[in-house]
C-alpha cells in the first residue's frame, strides 16, 4: 500500500488550503483513511478520520475549521483546512486503517510521506 500526501505549502494566517492523499495497492473504498499532523518539537496528533462509509471524526481543536472527504473513484482521501493560524504549523500525514472503520485506540496500518504546511503571521 502507498499513500502519496500532496498540496502543502506556505501560506498566511486566514488562508485556507487542501491536502490530497492519493492510495494505491489496495481497495481503497473498504479502508478508513485520516490525517494526523506533527508540529514542531511536538508528537503527532490525530486531525481527522472518515470510515468506508463517509461517517467522520475531528479532534476538538479542528471542529468546525477541518474537512475531511474522500473520492473512492479517484482513490484519494482530503483535508480542506479553513482559516488557518501559525498553530497549524505541521507535517501533515495521511493513513490508513485495516479496517472500514475509524479506531482511536488502534493505529493505522500504513502512512503516507507527510507534506509541510507552514503559516506566516
Known amino acids: 500500500v502507498q499513500l502519496q500526501a500532496s498540496g502543502g505549502g506556505l501560506v498566511q494566517a486566514g488562508d485556507s488550503l487542501t491536502l490530497s492523499c492519493a492510495a494505491s495497492g489496495r481497495t481503497f473504498s473498504s479502508y478508513a483513511m485520516a490525517w494526523f499532523r506533527q508540529a514542531p518539537g511536538k508528537e503527532r496528533e490525530f486531525v481527522a478520520a472518515i470510515n468506508w462509509d463517509a461517517r467522520k471524526y475531528y479532534a476538538d481543536s479542528v471542529k468546525g475549521r477541518f474537512t475531511i472527504s474522500r473520492d473512492n473513484g479517484k482513490n484519494t482521501v482530503y483535508l480542506r483546512i479553513n482559516s488557518l493560524q501559525p498553530e497549524g504549523t505541521a507535517v501533515y500525514y495521511c493513513?490508513?486503517?485495516?479496517?472500514?472503520?475509524?479506531?482511536?485506540?488502534?493505529?493505522?496500518?500504513?502512512w503516507g510521506q507527510g507534506t509541510l504546511v507552514t503559516v506566516s503571521s
Open positions: 493513513a490508513t486503517y485495516s479496517t472500514g472503520y475509524y479506531d482511536a485506540t488502534a493505529r493505522p496500518d500504513y
